[in-house]
Nanobody
Framework: QVQLVESGGGLVQAGGSLRLSCAAS????????TGWFRQTPGKEREFVAA????????YYAASVKGRFTISKDNGKNTVYLQTNSLRPEDTAVYYC?????????????????WGQGTQVTVSS
């Protein structure tokens, strides 16, 4: 079992940046892959980025590629999502999740554990 806690969300103007963190406890982050997802009211949870157990394989949604960067520090059991050039349409609750049952996935239904989420609001 693993517990995930997101932080770093907030209110930012369009074009700004935020660094989201996902701190884990219970198991070391080298034993599972981690994904970032986001959700707005009335919509399905949307894939943003994922990083494999070793950090060698990284995936991004087309909508964030070139603007967001996912990274991990296995020594600190923390995964980061650097969000740059933010747009109003990036406004959402951002969640990190741990994946044990597969090596990698971009589908939220595959993920086993979730954090409580952190709100990101981008004003125009």
């Amino acid at each position: 079992q693993v517990q995930l806690v997101e932080s770093g969300g907030g209110l930012v103007q369009a074009g700004g940046s935020l660094r989201l963190s996902c701190a884990a406890s219970g198991q070391t982050s080298s034993t599972y892959s981690t994904g970032w997802f986001r959700q707005t009211p009335g919509k399905e949870r949307e894939f943003v980025a994922a990083i494999s157990r070793t950090g060698r394989n990284i995936y991004y949604a087309a909508s964030v590629k070139g603007r967001f960067t996912i990274s991990k520090d296995n020594g600190k059991n923390t995964v980061y999502l650097q969000t740059n050039s933010l747009r109003p349409e990036d406004t959402a609750v951002y969640y990190c999740a741990a994946l044990f049952r597969k090596l990698e996935s971009t589908w939220y239904g595959d993920y086993d554990y979730w954090g409580q989420g952190t709100q990101v609001t981008v004003s125009s």
